[in-house]
């Protein structure tokens, strides 16, 4: 393998996830149907997609264990702060990293996405 080339994440409510990502973070949708949503950020050289459930997800935790990172250009301290100012909830604190300063948010499934200022 030499490179993860998509990541598609389980949501229990479509639109809801849909209003996050584009509301709360920025996110831009690259392409929707009913059952799936595409974002891309930073200009399309990051996308994902959040989708409707393959399988029941009734009684489940989502997101437990499951991380997305995104390098980022802007500065991460004023993305953190533009997001706080956005009324966004979860918002982590700053974080030095072996790969750069980050900080944490988690999406209304508790999936954890990380944004990052690379060295």
Not at 12 to 31: P, R, V, W
Not at 81 to 106: C, D, K, Q
Request: charged residues 25%.
């Amino acid at each position: 393998m030499i490179q993860l080339t998509f990541a598609s994440l389980q949501v229990k409510d479509l639109e809801a996830s849909k209003a996050f990502y584009t509301e709360k973070l920025g996110f831009e949708i690259e392409n929707a149907n009913p059952q799936a949503c595409v974002f891309k950020y930073n200009k399309g050289q990051a996308s994902f997609a959040i989708r409707t459930p393959l399988e029941p997800l009734e009684d489940r935790e989502l997101g437990v264990g499951v991380a997305l990172w995104f390098a980022v250009d802007e500065e991460v301290d004023r993305l953190r702060e533009s997001f706080i100012a956005n009324a966004l909830e979860g918002v982590g604190p700053i974080i030095v990293t072996p790969f750069g300063r980050a900080f944490h948010v988690r999406d209304i499934d508790g999936y954890k996405l990380t944004f990052l200022n690379e060295r």
